[in-house]
């Protein structure tokens, strides 16, 4: 492709604010269009980054000759259908985590991207994160000898909006939220080596009055050749955004502190404007961070994408690790319902969303 990447963002808050903003500081896409349902949103979003039209059905986004890449950035339960759509018009997708609510449904996307030649791309911004960039560069190079255990935690105090505590449009709790990021991030450091085993141990513990899913959960993978991983996610701890990683190898240990070991510690009597990701309370103590996004992938991850889809080259990302995450997903939470280790390759129940074998262990347990 010869001039720039050609790009429509279908969705326009929490995630598509961050898209846009990682897209504006890339040279070659050129953000031409936003579609959300909600009249006035995507006007914003086109206002803030200058992006010349806006609408409210993401169909008109995938009608337009001009756009080469979709960027989509909606509740779970639409990633299969927009991304169907949007592969047929002949438009490469960049698609948010998780990939989506069943496995039947992953086999369709990746089908459909095949089938009408486009990139399917799985936004996991882990992948990017200039930190954890570091830290597997430590471990490819041998500095930590061979990995023996990996660790990698994400925590907060709950999603901002009400579709991801619907389990019915979201396909689960905080283990299908934010630990589609760990499993992801422990397959790219290991170099995608197959997972034999999931256990997990989840529980709804604070947030009764929002929601039927998990907001605790543990996940440990047992991958082939021995390198154990665990998976730390919480919904329900206060003070900001945490995320934080560790490996443990036979020659060394790497620890990475995403966030706060990037922050400013700053004490505040009147509190500020923002300190970091669902700070919620500034005043005091607090670590305000600087560059988010970029420390966190987001403007290295669209830059890559952008530069797939200009000279046409292989994703580090695809559908098919947002399959792999997803299977996991499933696994994970059939072990933390039958309180079982479940082995891999694992086959859901047909028509289950990833929750659903934990929601009925609950029903039958109350
Ligand atoms: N990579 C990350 O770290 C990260 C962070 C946040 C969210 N996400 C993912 O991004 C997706 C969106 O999350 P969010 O935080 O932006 O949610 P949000 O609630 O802030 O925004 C959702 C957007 O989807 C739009 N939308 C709803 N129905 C639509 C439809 N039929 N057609 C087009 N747009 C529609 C809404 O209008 C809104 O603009 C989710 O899949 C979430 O898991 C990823």
Request: aromatic share 8%; charged share 20%.
């Given at each position: ?100 609510l069943t496995l039947d449904e992953a086999d ?86 197959p997972i034999k085993s999931v ?124 399959r792999a995450v997803l299977e996991v997903l499933f696994a994970a939470y059939e072990s933390?319902a039958s309180?079982r280790?479940v082995l891999l390759p694992f086959t859901p129940s047909k028509g289950d969303k990833p929750?659903d074998p ?9």
């Amino acid at each position: 492709m010869s001039g720039p990447v050609g790009v429509g963002l279908i969705g326009s808050q929490f995630v598509s604010t961050i898209h846009a903003r990682s897209l504006s500081h890339c040279a070659d896409a050129r953000m031409l269009a936003v579609a959300s349902p909600t009249p006035g949103n995507a006007d914003r979003l086109a206002r803030e980054f200058t992006i010349g039209d806006s609408y409210l059905d993401y169909r008109q986004i995938i009608d337009r000759d001009d756009i080469d890449m979709v960027v989509i950035g909606i509740p779970n339960h639409l990633h299969c259908q927009v991304t169907c759509e949007a592969a047929a018009a002949g438009k490469h997708i960049v698609l948010e985590k998780p990939m989506c609510l069943t496995l039947d449904e992953a086999d369709q996307m990746i089908a459909a991207c095949n089938k009408h030649g486009v990139k399917l791309m799985y936004a996991e911004e882990l992948c990017f994160t200039p930190k954890y960039v570091r830290m597997k560069q430590l471990l490819d190079e041998g500095a930590l000898g061979q990995p023996t255990l990996l660790k990698q935690l994400e925590k907060h105090d709950g999603p901002h909006s009400a579709h991801f505590w619907d389990v019915d449009r979201s396909g689960g709790g905080v283990a299908m939220d934010m630990g589609c990021h760990a499993i992801q991030f422990f397959r790219w450091m290991l170099n995608n080596a197959p997972i034999k085993s999931v256990y997990a141990q989840m529980d709804l513990q604070v947030h009764t009055d929002k929601t039927q899913g998990d907001d605790n959960a543990l996940i440990i993978l047992e991958f082939e050749g021995g390198v154990t991983a665990l998976a730390e996610e919480s919904w329900s701890k206060l003070g900001g955004m945490d995320d934080r990683a560790e490996i443990y190898g036979s020659k060394g240990v790497a620890h990475a502190d995403l966030l706060r070991g990037n922050a400013i510690h700053t004490y505040s009597l009147p509190g500020y404007g923002y300190a970091v990701e669902k700070a919620g309370s500034t005043q005091g103590w607090s670590f305000t961070i600087y560059e988010e996004e970029w420390n966190y992938g987001f403007h290295q991850e669209m830059a890559h994408f952008v530069d797939c889809v200009k000279n046409d080259k292989v994703p580090l990302v695809t559908g098919h690790d947002g399959r792999a995450v997803l299977e996991v997903l499933f696994a994970a939470y059939e072990s933390a319902a039958s309180g079982r280790k479940v082995l891999l390759p694992f086959t859901p129940s047909k028509g289950d969303k990833p929750i659903d074998p934990w929601l009925r262990a609950r029903k039958g347990n109350a």
